[in-house]
């Protein structure tokens, strides 16, 4: 009888220059200096520019404490200067290490603690206290066009490019640092795999998270000769707007996580004779619904990307016109998978079990952390990370994400330990008892924090959690209750909690119903009163539009700045017409 064929599955095999990401970029302004690279704050910038001014940015840099193999932390509003901030810091030889301004306080501390940055660079004036170089929006290039625009400086090809820090179940962040010959091999992969033959340029979006490891995409674009159009925050938060902006700069090329591709494909992304060419999705599990509709979708290519903050952005692909459901597909060049038992032995091609990556994909290390690189990163034979990702091989090689072998969660991209929030819950005064966990499923999942208070309430320590934690991480609800259930051996029954998504309906009136249905379905919810405030029970930004959106096509005239004012079911249904609470729910 034959051996069960094993599940490992290789990448193509490709040479790897030795040179640093931003040398890339270089090489491409040599090529093409005139050639326009990047259109942010309203203005073009071509090749040459943009390698002219991250270079004087570079020797600022260098001047202000900056030294090669140091990390340079970033907190940039979304300006141009949020792309010449890490090509300067690739310059400087120095580690590139990304903070949104909009973290709270404490985070951004915490993570530059443990990173110890050697300088600290922005343009928002309300951090110009804890940075070490303050860029004006306005006068920027006054403040650096006197220094030396030589690109002689650049980073080690063999060292790391920047630190990214991610959710952690210990309840603090941990820094993942990624090398540049990572991002190197991610640009082989994007250019063997998306790259047009003949060097025609394409005009590419970029609506990602500065602080988001997807966010490395469009930039690796960019030192293929491509137009990087940034999307400023105002538009990529409204995907209607985002839809308009697309259309206006007539782009080719959308990455964003399934919930916000969808949510933009309902305002019309693939209407009319401007739309996109190629649509890119990663950060989470694409649904069924979604996978279908774009592989309907006439004249589109559509890929699905799979990977770990600790695998450089993505680690397989797979073209939704490859297969009917989902699947995360095969591995990028020059990386492995494996699908292992609990004895890191490979399992047969069909059976489920923990998926393994090798390869150059790899991050160097977690920062100043390293038990942990050695236990998630050192596997024999060969250097390997254990993603934590149930998977499945299926006999053309292709994988299908099968979930979680922990209670790591993705919400709206981001990767989320529950363990962190708790930690962060149990941190704040008049909490005795925590236990957070996720509920729901694709776009409606959120965090649900079950609390025992000594004092206040379940809405105060929502409040107090929004000081200390990003928004990501907050829970869409804290439920106070008398005491934690405990099974029989006296530990938390998780099982036992009551779900905020279960409980019975209340009575509504007819315009207040109207707007509860979009609530309940966009929410995943039915516990939804007059008083449900949308933002309260999960709602972000991409939710808000869409429910927008359903409202009016209910025959409800209502914008996306009406959700963002009247937050509540009550308030919402004001704006209901006479006769509309008839309409179609």
Same mark, same amino acid.
Request: glycine share 10%.
């Given at each position: ?84 901030? $890490? ?363 079950? =609390? ?8 105060? =320590? ?5 000081? =200390? ?36 309906? $209340? ?10 249905? $979009? ?67």
């Amino acid at each position: 009888m034959p051996e069960p064929r094993l599940s490992i599955v290789d990448g193509v095999n490709r040479r790897l220059p030795r040179t640093s990401w931003s040398a890339l970029i270089e090489r491409r302004a040599a090529l093409s200096p005139q050639r326009v690279a990047l259109v942010a704050d309203g203005a073009a910038w071509t090749f040459s520019e943009l390698t002219r001014w991250s270079a004087r940015l570079a020797r600022l840099l260098r001047a202000s404490g900056a030294r090669p193999g140091s990390v340079a932390a970033c907190a940039m509003s979304r300006s141009a200067l949020a792309v010449l901030a $890490p090509l300067a810091v690739a310059k400087a030889g120095a580690v590139y290490l990304p903070v949104d301004p909009a973290w709270p306080g404490e985070r951004v501390a915490t993570i530059l603690a443990e990173a110890r940055p050697s300088v600290f660079l922005t343009d928002v004036p309300r951090l110009g206290r804890q940075a070490d170089v303050v860029l004006t929006p306005d006068g920027w290039q006054a403040q650096i066009s006197p220094y030396d625009a030589d690109p002689g400086l650049d980073g080690s090809s063999d060292g790391p490019a920047y630190v990214l820090y991610t959710s952690g179940s210990t309840g603090l962040p941990k820094g993942v640092v990624v090398g540049h010959r990572s991002l190197v091999n991610l640009y082989g992969e994007l250019a063997a795999r998306f790259f047009p033959p003949g060097g025609k340029a394409r005009r590419v979006a970029h609506g990602l998270p500065l602080a988001f490891d997807a966010s490395w995409d469009p930039l690796l674009w960019l030192a293929g000769g491509h137009e990087v159009h940034l999307v400023p925050d105002e538009v990529r938060a409204d995907p209607e707007r985002y839809v308009r902006f697309i259309r206006d700069h007539r782009l080719s090329v959308v990455e964003a996580v399934p919930a916000h591709m969808a949510a933009m494909l309902d305002t019309g992304l693939l209407t009319g004779d401007e739309r996109p060419e190629l649509l890119l999705m990663g950060g989470e599990a694409i649904g069924r619904e979604l996978w279908s509709r774009l592989r309907a979708a006439p004249g589109l290519t559509a890929v699905n990307l799979y990977g770990p903050t600790e695998c450089t952005v993505f680690t397989t692909a797979c073209p939704l016109a490859d297969r009917d459901t989902p699947a995360i597909g095969r591995p990028i060049g020059n990386t492995g998978v494996r699908v292992v038992d609990a004895a890191l032995r490979p399992v047969p091609v069909g059976e489920p079990g923990e998926l393994v990556v090798t390869g150059a994909c790899l991050a160097l290390e977690y920062f100043g952390r390293p038990e942990l690189t050695a236990d998630r990163f050192g596997i024999a034979p060969h250097r390997a990370y254990r993603t934590g990702d149930l998977c499945r091989c299926l006999p053309d090689g292709r994988l299908e994400w099968l979930g979680r072998l922990d209670d790591q969660v993705k919400i709206r991209g981001y990767r989320v330990e529950p363990g962190e929030v708790e930690h962060a819950t149990l941190a704040l005064p008049g909490v005795r008892q925590a236990v957070v966990r996720a509920e729901g499923a694709g776009s409606t999942l959120r965090l649900v924090a079950y =609390v025992v208070l000594d004092r206040g309430t379940g809405e105060d =320590v929502r409040t107090r959690l929004r000081h =200390v934690l990003p928004d990501h991480l907050v829970p869409s609800a804290v439920i106070a209750l008398d005491a934690l259930p405990l099974g029989p051996h006296g530990k938390i029954d998780r099982s036992a909690l009551p779900s905020i998504a279960r409980t019975p309906r $209340p009575v509504l009136t007819a315009p207040e119903e109207l707007v509860a249905a $979009p609530f309940r379905d966009l929410l995943g919810i039915l516990d939804v009163h007059a008083h449900s405030d949308f933002f309260a029970l999960g709602g972000h930004s991409l939710s808000a539009a869409a429910l927008a959106g359903r409202l009016r096509a209910r025959g409800v005239p209502c914008s996306l700045r009406d959700v963002l004012r009247r937050r509540t079911v009550a308030r919402l249904a004001e704006l209901v017409p006479i006769g509309a609470e008839g309409a179609k729910r």
